[in-house]
């Protein structure tokens, strides 16, 4: 285990970013946020997790994808370079640990890879900080998430009254470490400060299956009633993955990309000839749970949700998973 | 490392529209091949992502193949599609594909085969009848059950009144909805002139596209008929964008159309939340 000095934590990360880019948690007018470290922002490390989810270094809002020109003579396509920069991630939470899981699954399995998710993930140092406190929202320990050690990452930390606890789990992370050893302190039989313990409970056990007969249940009409539609709680959700492709056109040039969308969009599932499979907010709320809580597990057997509690401190008018889970419960089918 | 670029299943292949038929009013089949050679080899059924590069990319069957090139009836539907009508023979297109599960030719082996199509529902079934048509020996009896609002509407005509009666043991029959003073063939919806000819579900496979309204009926006489839903194979639409499984937008419960899909039985379909 190796040890620094929470005032030295900015000289580890200007370390580091001599040769990667370095994403670390960071006050961006009032919002702690995954921002690129210049040596000047003010850090946010320590002070629970960040509001935006870390999921657009790796997928981010908008990404090109290849570039065009359509000419009578010869149209071109042209492809984007591969992406070699390399990533540090720090700081991420125990449910963004999972989180990152979910989205290996969905863009890495199933028969295709996703080249543009793939070369950022694997370029990508990822490293953990534990929580000491949750903040009243959080609720991942209702998914088996350890807040006190994430899963699938390269470095763990630990934050201690003033210094963190380091420590490698992957090749990756110790080759990280090794090129900064001169700041890191090996320590012994150091003890680990407690874990987080949400207080936000909630009972998953059974929710899929309770799900699985409730796609046609009046719920959904009531659930819905309020929603705005604005989407903020897919666009805050580090699991929630869908994008639109589009194109922009100069003249005769221009060029394909990607970005995020949303199902909570009318937009979303409309067809060409007019016909919309989810026509009301009742069938996209509805999907948005069941993606959750039913259709990601049935189809990667885990849960959609990690607990981060994003989406129901910041929705509008307070629609709130752990309150929709403990309804589905329940209501009788 | 990877190296991106030919990897990419997002990042489509440029081709060329080589050649344009005009199958009805707004209908047009369009064959397509690359500087290769023809793009890929799909499976009867499967789709492709057909890209006109600055005006937009959709998902269409892939209606069939030559060595060189592959077919893709197009209707005028919205704004891409109507672009690719006013295309000409040359324009450059992006393509990228085979997508999705094709028909179960496995199941299907040795089976009497029964295809239900309307419209422009004739396009992915008819990947399939022309392949079971070259794989004669795998199959039992063919019978191709085919309708349209008018006969002017009637797709892939040269097959229907010529090519699929060369077809050993296959019989057609088409239908229009209301004919002219030309027409002589018969008149009536799919559904009731598959109630009339009755086929039987004797070791058969239904297999059925069209307008959902047409498939709605469909799956009513063929169940009259007697046809099990494990005899019944269909196709489904959805929006798609990425067509590999990863942008989201075609599920279906926890099936997403563009990788599972399009073609199902109805067993299948029935296990599915209905939101279609
Ligand atoms: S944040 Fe709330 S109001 Fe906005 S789309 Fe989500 S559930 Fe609806
Ligand atoms: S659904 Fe809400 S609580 Fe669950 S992971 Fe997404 S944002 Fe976090
Ligand atoms: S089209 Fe993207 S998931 Fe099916």
Known sequence: MLKIKQTEMPQLLNAWAQKSRVFVPQDRGGVSAFLPWDGKGTLTLGKGNTLEPPKDIFFPRTETMYRYQVAEAATTLETMPPQKEQHVLVGIRSCDARSLEIMDDVFLTKGYEDEFYRQKRENTVVIALACNEALPTCFCTAFEIDPGRAEGVDVQMWMTSDSYLVEAITDKGEELLKQTSELLTPVENETLPDAAKPTLKVDVEGITEKLQQMFEHLYWAEVSRKCLGCGACTYLCPTCHCFDIQSENRGSSGFKFRCWDSCMFSEYTRMAGGHNPRPSKKERMRNRFLHKLQYIPERYGKYGCVGCGRCLDRCPVNVDITRVIREIKEVTL | ?276
């Open chain 2, 1 to 276: 490392m990877v190296d991106a670029v030919s990897s990419n299943p997002l990042v489509p292949e440029l081709g060329k529209i080589i050649k344009i038929i005009q199958e009805t009013p707004d209908v047009k089949t369009f064959h397509i091949t690359t500087d290769k050679g023809k793009p890929f080899t799909p499976m009867p059924g499967q789709l492709a992502m057909l890209s006109l590069l600055d005006v937009g990319e959709a998902m269409f069957s892939i209606t069939s193949q030559g060595p060189e090139y592959l077919e893709i009836a197009i209707k005028k539907v919205g704004t891409l599609t109507e672009a690719l009508h006013e295309a000409e023979e040359g324009q450059t297109v992006g393509i990228r594909g085979p997508y999705g599960n094709g028909f179960p030719l496995d199941m299907m082996k040795g089976k009497n085969l029964l295809f239900i199509a309307g419209g422009i529902g004739l396009a992915p079934v008819r990947s399939l009848i022309n392949y079971c048509a070259e794989h004669r020996e795998d199959y039992g009896n063919m019978w191709i059950i085919y309708g349209s609002r008018s006969p002017a509407d009637l797709c892939f005509k040269e097959d229907l009144t010529y090519n699929w009666f060369k077809v050993e043991n296959c019989r057609v029959n088409v239908t229009v909805d209301r004919g002219d003073e030309n027409w002589n063939g018969h008149e009536g919806f799919v559904p009731a002139y598959l109630e009339e000819l009755k086929p039987s579900p004797e070791n058969c496979v239904a297999v059925t596209c069209g307008p959902p309204i047409m498939i709605k009926f469909v799956l009513q006489s063929l169940e009259k008929l007697g046809f099990k839903d494990d005899q019944i194979v269909t196709t489904l639409e959805m929006r798609m964008k990425c067509g590999v499984g990863k942008c989201g937008r075609c599920n279906i419960g926890s099936h997403y159309v563009c990788l599972d899909g399009p073609v199902f039985t109805l067993e299948q379909l029935k296990k599915m939340p209905n939101e279609y």
